[in-house]
């Protein structure tokens, strides 16, 4: 979803400051193009990263019974730590 919304903005950016030739006093929109472009950029780049993050997990189910006769189930879940200082 942050990858989208990195593009998102960056279009929307590019709009603002390329194509749209309103003069409004009391906002410079060729800046918050600027600003929405280098926002878009920063989400696009956090999203990638994020993306190619290694993250796994894995559970492992047992079921079984116990000295009662009673179904007894076990879960266990790990993930695989990770690589930083």
């Known amino acids: ?15 603002l400051a390329f194509a749209v030739n309103v003069d ?3 906002v410079d929109l060729d800046l918050i193009g600027y600003l929405l472009m280098g926002a878009g950029v920063l989400v696009f780049i956090l999203g990638i990263v994020l993306t ?6 894995s559970t492992t189910v047992r079921s079984g019974v116990d000295a ?10 790990s993930t695989t730590p990770d690589n930083t200082i």
């Open 52 to 57: 190619l993050r290694k993250r796994q997990s």
């Open 1 to 15: 979803m942050s990858i989208g919304t990195g593009i998102f903005l960056f279009v929307v950016g590019a709009i």
């Open 68 to 77: 009662n006769g009673a179904a007894v189930t076990e879960r266990n879940t």
């Open 24 to 26: 409004v006093a009391w």
